[in-house]
């Protein structure tokens, strides 16, 4: 089993940042992709950025430029660094961690809010 637990999210205002963490524990592999998800009231969970173990980066086209995914394979930990954030970046954040053999965890989301 894996856990993943999220944090840093919180209230900011328009053109704030922040720091979103995810602490993977469990049976991790070392070969797996980490991944952040946001869902929106009344929207889809949609992408924002991926990054696998031994590199590899993709984000959604609105948060390019913006955001950044980083990682930490010693800690099993993934980041998302949030710059200039826009009133419709408001969702919860979700992590997501799929390993090699395809099974798939979610964490248990953190509110991101940006208003003024």
């Known amino acids: 089993q894996v856990q993943l637990v999220e944090s840093g999210g919180g209230l900011v205002q328009p053109g704030g940042s922040l720091r979103l963490s995810c602490a993977a524990s469990?049976?991790?592999?070392?070969?797996?992709?980490m991944s952040w998800y946001r869902q929106a009231p009344g929207k889809q969970r949609e992408l924002v950025a991926g990054?696998?173990?031994?590199?590899?980066?993709n984000y959604s086209d609105s948060v390019k430029g913006r955001f950044t995914i980083s990682r930490d394979n010693a800690k099993n930990t993934v980041y998302l660094q949030m710059n200039s954030l826009k009133p419709e970046d408001t969702a919860v954040y979700y992590c997501?961690?799929?390993?090699?053999?395809?099974?798939?965890?979610w964490g248990q989301g953190t509110q991101v809010t940006v208003s003024s």
């Open positions: 990054m696998h173990s031994g590199g590899g980066t």
């Open positions: 469990g049976n991790i592999f070392s070969s797996n992709i």
């Open positions: 997501y961690l799929k390993n090699i053999r395809g099974l798939d965890y």
